[in-house]
C-alpha cells in the first residue's frame, strides 16, 4: 500500500544510510524527519511487517531488498526533480527541496525517467548528492 509517509521514512532510512550505513538508528530518523519517537516506533514496526526493514531492538535499522529498492527509486524521483527544478524551471535553491518532495510522492516511474533523459542522465543533484541509477 503505498503511502506518503511510508515513501518518506523509506526515503530516510536511504539517505541516511548513504551518510552512515552503520548507525541508523531511530533517533536518526526522528530528526531527520522531524517527527516524534513514537510515530518512529509505530512506523518502523509497520515497515517491518511489511518486509521494507529489518531491525532488532536497539540496533541499527536496515532496508531489505523490497525496501531498498522502493526508497532508491523515491531517491532516485526526488533528486532528478530537484535538478529539474533548478536547471529547466529556474526554482531558486532554497524551494527546490520542498518542492521536489512533493512531486517524488505522485510523479510515475516514467516520468522520472523522461527528466533524466531530458537532463542527459545526470549524476549529481543540486545538493551534491548521488542520483541514483535505477536503469
Do not use: Q, W
Request: aromatic share 6%; proline share 4%.
Amino acid at each position: 500500500m503505498k503511502s506518503a509517509s511510508r515513501e518518506d521514512y523509506l526515503r530516510a532510512i536511504f539517505c541516511l544510510n548513504e551518510e552512515n550505513p552503520e548507525t541508523v538508528k531511530s533517533i536518526n530518523i526522528v530528526k531527520f524527519l522531524n517527527v516524534s519517537k513514537p510515530a518512529v516506533s509505530e512506523m518502523l514496526n509497520k515497515l517491518k511487517n511489511e518486509g521494507y526493514i529489518e531491525k532488532t531492538p536497539y540496533s541499527s535499522i536496515s532496508l531489505t531488498d523490497k525496501g531498498f529498492k522502493e526508497a532508491e527509486n523515491l531517491t532516485f524521483k526526488h533528486r532528478v526533480a530537484e535538478l529539474f527544478l533548478k536547471e529547466v524551471l529556474h526554482f531558486k535553491d532554497e524551494e527546490i527541496h520542498e518542492e521536489a518532495h512533493k512531486l517524488e510522492h505522485s510523479m510515475s516511474d516514467e516520468v522520472a525517467k523522461r527528466m533524466s533523459d531530458l537532463l542527459k542522465n545526470p549524476k549529481i543533484c543540486p545538493c551534491g548528492h548521488k542520483i541514483p541509477n535505477i536503469n
